[in-house]
């Protein structure tokens, strides 16, 4: 499932990257198909290590992103828990 994601955002980052010949810097990757062109074009130029190049990154930042939420949804959620309690209480 992690190699899918890490595609995604592969591909995602170099369809957001794509400028305009007049104003483009750099390497322009010519996705312009969508996704499945993309993930495609980079099996047939960089084989199978194409796929999973940036897995390490993308792990990281999901599991940051992904601890962060849950972390976030646990405190919310006994905070309004704690609040309903409260408010019940007072009734």
Same mark, same amino acid.
């Given at each position: 499932?992690?190699?899918i994601?890490?595609?995604?955002?592969?591909?995602?980052?170099?369809?957001?990257?794509?400028?305009?010949?007049?104003?483009?810097? +750099?390497?322009?990757?010519?996705?312009?198909s $969508?996704? =499945?062109?993309? #993930?495609? /074009?980079?099996?047939? *130029?960089?084989?199978?290590?194409?796929?999973?190049?940036?897995?390490? +990154?993308?792990s990281?930042?999901?599991?940051? $992103?992904? =601890?962060?939420? #849950?972390t /976030?949804?646990?405190? *919310?959620?006994?905070?309004?828990?704690?609040?309903?309690?409260?408010?019940?209480?007072?009734?």
């Amino acid at each position: 499932m992690l190699n899918i994601v890490a595609n995604n955002f592969q591909v995602k980052t170099h369809l957001q990257a794509l400028a305009n010949a007049e104003i483009a810097v +750099g390497h322009q990757h010519t996705h312009t198909s $969508g996704m =499945a062109k993309g #993930l495609s /074009t980079i099996f047939t *130029t960089h084989g199978i290590r194409g796929l999973y190049r940036g897995v390490g +990154g993308a792990s990281i930042r999901v599991a940051v $992103g992904s =601890a962060t939420q #849950l972390t /976030t949804f646990s405190w *919310t959620k006994e905070r309004i828990v704690m609040l309903q309690a409260s408010v019940i209480m007072i009734k």
